[in-house]
């Protein structure tokens, strides 16, 4: 299980140190985006917290309308407390809607060449208001440079989501470099791992148009009462005679990485398997542990049609503070 932290624990260990609190971290890397919580861990690091370098990733779409004032105002704030603290600050402006910008701005700033050797860098990642797509593929990135133990993800759940999340749906598309190996000849198996969003719950369905669906519900959850809802939302989907339902640890990467590779186990090879990371981010990031094990799965992502961006969660709740591992790490380790 993830460890979990309230403000007053956070407070009482003297904050979020460095990963190695006697030296700083090579990254710490932060979101900033139209949700408060964007600016939870920064108020929560140690006066003694250092970085080497800050990188502040932001989708360019939400830097004007609707989103503006909130998100420029979050990135202002995040940009000023890491200065502090980083001898580098850089903002990296992806694209919630151009997976091929996403892809190339984290590249160029993940990848820079300078950085401590490859199975030395430690990074913090901020991962609370990333979007998926972005979050899979800035922690591959990472991946491609870290060891699995240096990456440390830092979650902070709300004390309640609004009414709704996203509404619709613009296009179902695959993660960047998670595209599988679909082969015509085999059955698919789509594995969701459900939250809040039954509409892109449903057209990811469709466009897959799988012979079986695993539905993922968050249990242990974030929260207790985020499990009731879960349930509520995705009752519809769960009525379809194709759909078996099982349960992930939402609150924790580690451990619903290990959720899956046991549910996904009797299909892998024989059939072709397709990811759905619809929850928590602690359980997304676990979609792409398993994707990275193993490369013929897919992971699919649901791009919406809008987000909430007025009341998509309010508070602050609980602090959870999880460094990567693999299947291979966790077998060295037995």
Known sequence: MTPKFS?????????????HPQSPDDIILLCASYEPRSLATTQALAPSYRAKRGLIY???????????????????????????????????????????????????????????????????????????????????????????GDIRAVYVSPQDHGAWLSRGFRLVRNVMGFAGTQQPSKNTILAVLSGFEPERTAKIIEEHEPSKVLLGLGD???????????????????????VADFC?????????????????????????????????????????????????IQLTYCVPGEYNIEDYSRGSKAFFLESLSTYETECKGE
């Open 7 to 19: 403000s007053e624990e956070i407070d009482m260990m003297g904050g979020i140190k460095s990963i």
């Open 58 to 148: 932001v989708n360019r779409e939400f830097l004007s309308g609707p989103a503006g004032p909130m998100v420029n105002r979050n990135l202002e704030i995040l940009q000023g407390t890491l200065t502090n603290k980083c001898d580098l600050v850089e903002i990296i402006q992806g694209s919630w809607l151009d997976p091929k910008i996403q892809l190339t701005e984290l590249r160029h700033y993940l990848q820079k060449t300078g950085d401590t050797a490859s199975s030395k860098r430690r990074t913090t990642i901020d991962i609370t208001t990333f979007n998926r797509e972005a979050l899979i593929v800035a922690v591959a990135l990472l991946l491609e440079n870290s060891s699995p």
């Open 220 to 242: 242990p959850p974030t929260d207790t009462k985020f499990l009731e809802r879960n349930r509520l939302e995705q009752h519809l989907v769960l009525a379809r005679q194709e």
């Open 248 to 296: 992930f640890p939402a609150d924790s990467i580690n451990d619903c990485a290990h959720c899956l590779r046991e549910v996904l186990f009797p299909y892998i090879g024989k059939s072709n398997v397709i990811i759905a990371p619809m929850s928590t981010k602690l359980s997304t990031l676990a979609a792409l542990l398993v994707a990275y094990e193993n490369p013929d």
